[in-house]
């Protein structure tokens, strides 16, 4: 049986368990104009050739320490198998703004596709909405399309793109910052 409890300790094991690879048969391709009167963005899906696995290699000391951080905010959740995690949301209030910016959203290849993710997100909404927070905040790459459907499915829109988060040479052919939003209030 599942349960989502507060996560109050990550380490690199439990990390490497739950954050592995996607698999993506398709991209959005992205599309910038810009001129002195108008700019515009424009996603479009084409589906791969051959499916595509990608690995997340964001992981370091660094990262480590400052998700510890974070998980003092309260507003991080683990999916427990057991005493085995198998999902996590690592997020934290932005009161500047009364938003909640999700950093990780993971599940487990071995419990994918059972439910679990929405476990996460539904948990992590009843918490931020009992804060008064106003929105959920999802960040994702263009090269995954698979987790741009799975954040529709959970209530997300896509509200903003940025060509260069990631290096000075993400657009047009790298990974591009695809920005989603599940708005609590209105």
């Not at 739950?18 to 398709?26: A, H, I, K, P």
């Not at 399309?145 to 903003?160: H, N, P, Q, S, W």
């Amino acid at each position: 049986m599942i349960t989502i409890q507060p996560l109050v300790r990550l380490d690199t094991a439990d990390h490497n368990r739950v954050v592995t690879t996607y698999l993506s048969e398709g991209v959005y391709i992205v599309r910038y104009r810009d001129s002195p009167t108008d700019t515009a963005f424009e996603l479009h899906y084409v589906t791969l050739p051959e499916p595509s696995v990608r690995m997340y290699d964001h992981f370091d000391a660094t990262t480590l320490h400052r998700y510890t951080h974070i998980l003092q905010a309260g507003l991080s959740f683990g999916a427990y198998d057991g005493d085995l995690l198998v999902g996590l949301l690592i997020a934290e209030p932005q009161e500047w703004n009364r938003s909640l910016s999700v950093w990780e959203f993971h599940v487990a290849p071995t419990h994918r596709c059972s439910g679990i993710g929405q476990q996460l997100m539904a948990y992590a909404e009843e918490h931020a909405r009992r804060l008064g927070l106003r929105t959920i905040v999802c960040e994702t790459q263009n090269t995954n399309a698979a987790a741009i459907l799975v954040y529709r499915k959970l209530g997300f829109t896509v509200e903003g793109i940025d060509i260069s988060l990631y290096s000075n040479t993400d657009y047009p052919g790298g990974d591009i910052a695809v920005f989603m939003k599940r708005r609590l209030l209105h």
